[in-house]
């Protein structure tokens, strides 16, 4: 990797995941993280995940859904087993996982969280999603983001 690693690189090579790392040119401009990886890197906004922390029942919880689509908060809820939703506060998100937003990845949180990713991702055989900070992503197998993350994987994404 060409750059400095992150926790959840780290952790990939700890576990020895195959992985691939994409890294790009982060534009300061660009108002969608997920887009901006998605059209850099000529991938299919489909097969790119962002990771997005919202509050379940007071949780601090993971939502990994398709850039391409929107968090269900009511499904959410649902799949962690939660009653209500909303959007955590982006301090909060930052504080527990050890990332900054736009570069929140769903693995190596600085606090364990619960993650759920949303169950299009099984559809690939390689997704990519935040590898921990801006401009960085990992391209991994659903299956192995889910064991890692210990993840729920529920249909969680509005598209």
């Given at each position: ?28 401009r660009a108002d969608s993280y ?126």
């Amino acid at each position: 990797m060409a750059g400095r690693g992150t926790p959840a690189t780290a952790s990939l090579s700890r576990q020895r995941v195959p992985h691939r790392v994409h890294e790009y040119a982060h534009d300061p401009r660009a108002d969608s993280y997920g887009s901006e990886a998605s059209e850099v890197l000529g991938l299919p906004a489909e097969r790119v995940f962002k990771t997005l922390v919202a509050e379940v029942d007071g949780v601090l919880t993971v939502g990994v859904v398709p850039v391409a689509g929107q968090l269900d908060l009511k499904a959410l809820a649902a799949a962690a087993g939660g009653k209500k939703a909303r959007m955590a506060e982006v301090a909060a998100a930052e504080r527990a996982t050890g990332y900054v937003a736009g570069g929140i990845s769903p693995l190596g949180h600085r606090k364990r969280l619960p993650v759920v990713v949303d169950s299009s991702a099984t559809a690939f055989e390689t997704i990519l999603c935040s590898g921990g900070r801006r401009g960085l992503e990992i391209e991994l197998a659903p299956a192995d983001l889910v064991r890692l993350a210990s993840a729920t994987v529920a249909p969680i994404a509005v598209r």
